[in-house]
Structures are given as C-alpha cells and as structure tokens.
C-alpha cells in the first residue's frame, strides 16, 4: 500500500439500501477482464488507472455494475485466478491505491463494483504453501499410492487436463483442480474460514459492492476423497455431482458469508452481495446456491450453452426461471464471458445471431452480465500463434497430449462452457485487448502494445468507430440498457410466454412484447405493437410484422 486510504466511498444509493428489493435483483453488471480492458502505462497490460479513466464509457453504456476479474498479486499462472496475497494488488496492475480511486470514481458516477474471490485455492507462491508445516494443515496432501507412494492418490483430473495431484520433494501429493500452481485449500481447517472472512472485510472496507465467488462450487470434497472410476472427467463437470464439485458442504460456507454480507451490509447502510460461479448438473441445484441465506446471484450457465433452437431456449429459459423463484431468487443471464467462445463465434459466427441473442437477454426477467467486447460484437480471435497463448490449459496438454481437459472436448471448455467454435477449446481467443479508436493495433487500448495480438481488422469495431452509428451494435447495447431503465417492470417483473410461430419465441413484460425468430429466414405474423428496439430492421405493413432471420424485437404493446 502506498499511502494511507480513507474510509469507503458511498456506493450509489439509487434504489435498494439496506434490505429490502436488492439491487443485484436486475441489476446489468458489466465483466472488466482488466488484463485486456485498457493500460494506462504502455506495458501492454491493461491495468486499474487504465479502467478507471474508461469508467465513463461504461456509465455511459448505461450498465448499473462493474465486475473486476482478480487484479490481487499473483504469478499470473492463471490469468490472476493464482492469488499469492489476496489483499495487494499486483504491480502489474497498479496498487492499491488505484483500486481505491477506482472504487470511488465508480461510486461518483453511479456504478457499484464487484471484485473476484478465490477462495478454492490459493497460488503456489502464497505463504502459506510454503511454509512446509502450515501448507500441510491448509491445503490438501495426501499419500501416494502404490509400492512407494508413486501413484497419484485418486484418479481427478485437473479441469486444465492431466492429474489434479502433483508430487512434492517430500514424496506426497497435494491437489489442485486447476494448474499444480493453484494447490486446493483445505476447507476442513477453520483458520481457512477465517482467512477468507478477514478478506472479504478488508475489500468491503475499501467500498466494494460485493464479490464474485470463484469456483463457488469447488471448496468441499467428498469425505475421502474418493475415485471417480473412469476417464473424460472434464465432460462430466456440470452434468453430475462430482466429488469434487456440488457438493453439499459447500452451502454452509456460503451460508456463513451471507451473514457476513448482510451484517455487514446491515452496520454500514449498504447492499453488499455475493454471486457464485458455480457449476450445477441442474437448475435445481444451481438454485440451492441462492436460497434466501446464502448468495444473491449465480451464474446461469445452462442459459448460455443453449443451442440457438426455439424450442431449447424456451425450456432453459423456463427451468432457469422456475428454478429461482422456487427459492425467492432472481435469475441471472449471461452469453459471454472470460472463459467461453465469445457468443458472435459461438452462436454460428453471426453477428446477427449474437445482437439477437443479447436483446433477448436484456428482454428476460432478472440480472444480466455483459462482458467486455460483446457490446462491439467482437469475435473470438481464433488464430492465435502458439507462442503468445497463456491459458494454462494449453500448456496441460489437452489437445496436445490427448490428456483429458477442454482442448479435447469442443463441447466443454474449463468449467464445461460451451467451446464451439473456438481456438481448440481454449481461453485466450476471448481474452484479447479491446479496441476503442484507430485503425491499427493496439487501437487505442494503451499507449504500448497489447499483451495478446489484436486482429489487423478491427478498426471498423473501435468504439470510436461505433459510437454514433445506430446500425452499431455498440449503439444497439445502448439504446437496449437506455430502455431497460426508462420501462418499469423490465428488469424484475413477471413474464408470459405468447403464441409465436414454429422456430419464434414471443413473450411479455410490462408494457413490452419480445419476439425472437431463430430461423435463418424472415417470418410473418400479426404485427404485435409497434416496433421500439430490433437487432435487425423490422418492417410492418398493414398490420403484418416481417421479423428478419435471426433478428430480436422488442414491441411497445
Ligand atoms: C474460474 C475462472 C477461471 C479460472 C478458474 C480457476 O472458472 O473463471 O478463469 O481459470 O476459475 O480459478
């Protein structure tokens, strides 16, 4: 830390303080992947001046939240998901200080701030993996088997491919799920509780708004870490319970957070949340993650493997919203993120699909993530050369090797995330700097270069070039997040599905009829209303509306 901080400032006091209808309810949260959002020093690095001086964008693209991914000091084994001290912020990205000033000009400009918490594993090079006696009461180790201890101890696999055990100099394993540098904490010591308790306070202390809960799902294994009897294991993650994801203990952790959140909330006149990036076999048992006492939010990820079907949509959409409101909460939506295919890319490559994709999200009850890029239709760059690729699940060899992991399975990337489309399966082609004016790289992201090569072709999608053109999708974001705010009930409001033609989906919100063609071809019906926001031009003669391919429509009825 380089100077004294002062206290938190004022998150926005807009509707929701203290308890009562949250905030996050239907809240739209923007993901600042900061890495690639915007460097202020010309490393290639976007940084957290560099996101900060972008704020203004984003209050202007009207979304109510910003998430940060982790910006905590790390080896950056894994994109910053290896945190060595969860309190510092990396110098890669600026100190702590700057995240002071970015929390606080984000709050005099109306947005909240979600930061990341890893609290499933922490970086090899934490201190307390190595110290030699701590890590051993903190982190999992266990015996080898065979005849002298050779054999890793079960049979997990990493999500990033191979082994999930990795030997030590003193002849036992310990586990880590992801890289061998982010060994799995050992959740059974309550010192570990503790610690991520002291944590979050630290953070809530500085003014953030709540937290994002990585691998919400992983923290508890079974008892005895039993095997799993038979190989592809990254296929099964979010198909079943595993024994090292979904299991049950996880929900008193999350339980015991909640309180912190709401007294914490409670003491401060503030609406702090916790939202779990977590992977459930089903919307039922996602649910059980945001029943009243424990998080407010989770990531809804059936929603974004749907395939673009009607009638697949349809149901995901009715399980996601069943699902929620059987346990009070709100759903939440999202297409893209830092760790799947851009939806441009994974939605068939087309354009026209993704901005359909987005208005119907924005149209859907409940909270909506966008991330960074998606509002410029960027695509997945699926070119990358081998040199300047960084996930760490390339480098397990999924493809390569034929080990298990997300390079050999299309249909599941880390996590499970639909990959279709992508560069092998793998995590660095959505990762790429944003470009926001110019007509060469780095487009503007910083004054040096950029940490991942940005295509020679993106001028046309700065967000200089946007701005101003209504065909834009930048300018299709803002004007669909301008009439989520002016239509009442949009956000958290109830929902009736319409009739619709074969391959449409039509639904109602207050004072709003949405229509949905997932067909390649142009379809007609009895115009409902008049046109207010379409991902592609509608027309309507004589009372008879013409919905393009693939288009989205929203109808002031
Ligand atoms: C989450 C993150 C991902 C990371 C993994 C391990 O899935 O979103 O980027 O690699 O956790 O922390």
Redesign the pocket.
């Known amino acids: 830390m380089t100077q004294e901080l002062t206290s938190p400032s004022p998150a926005p006091q807009a509707p929701g303080t203290g308890r009562g209808p949250g905030w996050w309810r239907d809240a739209v949260i923007y993901q600042v992947y900061v890495r690639s959002f915007a460097d202020s020093d010309g490393d290639g690095i976007g940084d957290l001046r560099g996101a900060r001086e972008r704020l203004p964008y984003l209050k202007d693209l009207g979304v109510d939240a910003v998430w940060l991914?982790p910006f905590y000091a790390s080896p950056q084994a894994?994109?910053g998901?290896?945190v060595a001290d969860y309190r510092a912020v990396d110098p890669l990205f600026g100190t702590l200080q700057d995240a002071d000033d970015l929390i606080r000009t984000a709050h005099d400009l109306g947005l909240r701030v979600i930061v990341?918490i890893?609290p499933?594993?922490t970086s090899d090079r934490h201190p307390w993996f190595q110290d030699p006696e701590l890590s051993r009461q903190r982190y999992l180790f266990r015996p080898g088997k065979g005849e002298s201890g050779e054999l890793p101890p079960n049979d997990w696999e990493s999500?990033?491919g191979g082994p999930a055990w990795t030997r030590t100099d003193r002849g036992d394993w310990y586990l880590h799920?992801?890289?061998p540098e982010?060994p799995d904490l050992n959740w059974d010591n309550p010192e570990v509780h503790t610690e991520f308790e002291a944590i979050m306070r630290f953070w809530l202390d500085l003014g953030v708004d709540g937290f994002r809960v990585?691998?919400a799902h992983g923290m508890i294994k079974a008892p005895g870490l039993p095997d799993i009897g038979h190989g592809a294991q990254a296929q099964l993650i979010g198909a079943q319970v595993l024994p090292f994801f979904d299991q049950d203990g996880v929900h008193a952790i999350h339980r015991a957070w909640r309180r912190l959140l709401d007294g914490y909330g409670d003491a401060h006149g503030r609406q702090v949340i916790g939202v779990a990036?977590a992977w459930a076999p089903t919307a039922e048992r996602l649910a059980l993650y945001v029943r009243p006492d424990e998080l407010h939010q989770a990531f809804n990820f059936q929603f974004l493997n749907a395939p673009w079907q009607s009638d697949a949509l349809r149901s995901v959409i009715d399980a996601s919203l069943a699902a929620t409101a059987s346990v009070g909460a709100p759903t939440t939506w999202v297409l893209s993120?830092?760790?799947v295919v851009r939806h441009t890319t994974r939605l068939g490559g087309s354009l026209a699909r993704a901005r359909a994709a987005t208005l119907l999200m924005l149209a859907l009850p409940g909270s909506a993530y966008l991330y960074q890029g998606e509002e410029l239709g960027l695509p997945e760059v699926t070119d990358l050369p081998d040199e300047v690729r960084q996930d760490?699940?390339f480098f397990r060899g999924g493809r390569a090797t034929g080990a298990a992991g997300p390079g050999t399975d299309t249909e599941s990337a880390?996590?499970g995330v639909a990959a279709a489309g992508g560069q092998d399966g793998f995590?660095d082609g959505c990762r790429v700097p944003l470009p926001w004016s110019g007509e060469l790289p780095p487009y503007d992201f910083g004054p040096g270069g950029s940490w991942l090569p940005q295509p020679a072709d993106w001028g046309g999608l700065t967000v200089a070039a946007q701005t101003g053109d209504p065909a834009s999708t930048l300018e299709l974001y803002r004007a669909a997040l301008d009439l989520r705010r002016r239509l009442p009930g949009l956000g958290d409001g109830p929902m009736t599905w319409a009739p619709a033609p074969d391959g449409v989906l039509a639904f109602t919100r207050p004072g709003l009829l949405c229509t949905v063609n997932t067909l390649g071809h142009d379809v007609e019906l009895p115009a409902p209303g008049t046109p207010l926001l379409s991902s592609a031009p509608v027309t309507v003669d004589d009372a008879t509306g013409r919905l393009p391919g693939d288009s989205c429509t929203w109808w002031a009825i």
Do not use: K, M, S, W
């Open positions: 991914t894994d994109g998901y290896d990341d890893v499933n594993h999500v990033f799920l992801f890289a982010q990585d691998v990036e993120n830092h760790d760490p699940a880390p996590d995590r």
